[in-house]
């Protein structure tokens, strides 16, 4: 496959309806307005329905079901709020009859919820911001998808055919890869620049990237080792191991039986789900 000459600029990225775009402007303020927020919400069928549905999902695993948006929002809080307005534009991003979009959809959820159960173990003042960036992690992937829709189907069953990492496949067909897309998509969803900073160099490892940020990292990397002895769906999504299971175990202060709890949880939720 000869390689295109491609303009990150000039790609199209997935957009959040006015209402959604509301909804992420009141939660990228200093001090969100709940009343503005859930009004925000109300008046739009399609993100309520979507909130409702993240609030119910095995990922939370609720003893009730949650009915109406403020119950949601106050049982979400406003960063999981956030990530239920980013997956429902990511799904209505791509066509639902598109065997791509499916596998790229549900490897998304599979890796953000491994995120989630990992951070419980290992920092979970981060869980939500995990369960985020694990939902953001290939988003580029949905990009490259709905620019390129013939020819990244070609890549897509190529990985999957001869083993081979789509971000290598990717770099060969358009001289940049899905991380490279990751800062146009997080300043559309108007995140946190370190997510920018984690998401551009996910299958590399700077220098650069230290402390906090190297931690989160880590998290989403081990959740890709993980994810095959999860029992959970993978999209049939295969990328470059940036570093091992063991050094990141140990990076993130691990035992095995941690990650033996990790993995029955994950089992567990997909059994439920």
Same mark, same amino acid.
């Given at each position: 496959?000869?390689?295109?000459?491609?303009?990150?600029?000039?790609?199209?990225?997935?957009?959040?309806?006015?209402?959604?775009?509301?909804?992420?402007?009141?939660?990228?303020?200093?001090?969100?307005?709940?009343?503005?927020?859930?009004?925000?919400?109300?008046?739009?069928?399609?993100?309520?329905?979507?909130?409702?549905?993240?609030?119910?999902?095995?990922?939370?695993?609720?003893?009730?079901?949650?009915?109406?948006?403020?119950?949601?929002?106050?049982?979400?809080?406003?960063?999981?709020?956030?990530?239920?307005?980013?997956?429902?534009?990511?799904?209505?991003?791509?066509?639902?009859?598109?065997?791509?979009?499916?596998?790229?959809?549900?490897?998304?959820?599979?890796?953000?919820?491994?995120?989630?159960?990992?951070?419980?173990?290992?920092?979970?003042?981060?869980?939500?911001?995990?369960?985020?960036?694990?939902?953001?992690?290939?988003?580029?992937?949905?990009?490259?998808?709905?620019?390129?829709?013939?020819?990244?189907?070609?890549?897509?069953?190529?990985?999957?055919?001869?083993?081979?990492?789509?971000?290598?496949?990717?770099?060969?067909?358009?001289?940049?890869?899905?991380?490279?897309?990751?800062?146009?998509?997080?300043?559309?969803?108007?995140?946190?620049?370190?997510?920018?900073?984690?998401? %551009?160099? +996910?299958?590399?490892?700077?220098?650069?990237? /230290?402390? &906090?940020? !190297?931690? #989160?990292?880590?998290?989403?990397? @081990? =959740?890709?080792?993980?994810?095959?002895? %999860?029992? +959970?769906?993978?999209?049939?999504?295969?990328? /470059?191991? &940036?570093? !091992?299971? #063991?050094?990141?175990?140990?990076? @993130? =202060?691990?035992?095995?039986?941690?990650?033996?709890?990790?993995?029955?949880?994950?089992?567990?939720?997909?059994?439920?789900?």
């Amino acid at each position: 496959m000869s390689q295109q000459v491609v303009a990150i600029d000039e790609l199209e990225i997935p957009q959040a309806s006015a209402q959604a775009a509301r909804v992420l402007e009141l939660l990228a303020e200093a001090d969100p307005d709940f009343n503005a927020l859930e009004e925000a919400l109300m008046s739009d069928p399609v993100q309520a329905g979507e909130l409702l549905r993240y609030a119910n999902s095995p990922l939370f695993r609720r003893a009730g079901a949650v009915t109406n948006v403020p119950t949601a929002v106050r049982l979400l809080g406003l960063k999981n709020v956030r990530s239920a307005i980013v997956m429902s534009t990511l799904n209505s991003a791509l066509p639902v009859d598109s065997p791509v979009a499916k596998g790229i959809l549900c490897h998304l959820v599979s890796i953000a919820t491994l995120c989630k159960l990992i951070a419980q173990v290992c920092c979970r003042a981060k869980v939500d911001d995990m369960a985020l960036l694990g939902l953001l992690h290939d988003v580029g992937m949905i990009v490259l998808a709905t620019n390129f829709a013939d020819s990244y189907q070609r890549i897509r069953a190529r990985s999957v055919a001869e083993s081979l990492s789509l971000d290598v496949l990717e770099l060969e067909a358009y001289g940049l890869s899905h991380d490279d897309l990751a800062g146009r998509v997080c300043r559309a969803f108007r995140l946190p620049a370190p997510y920018q900073e984690i998401l %551009s160099c +996910l299958h590399h490892h700077p220098p650069g990237l /230290t402390g &906090t940020e !190297s931690q #989160e990292w880590g998290i989403l990397i @081990l =959740a890709h080792h993980l994810l095959p002895e %999860s029992g +959970l769906p993978t999209g049939d999504v295969i990328e /470059t191991p &940036t570093a !091992s299971r #063991e050094a990141l175990t140990e990076m @993130l =202060a691990l035992s095995d039986s941690d990650l033996d709890g990790i993995v029955t949880s994950a089992q567990s939720m997909q059994q439920e789900g």
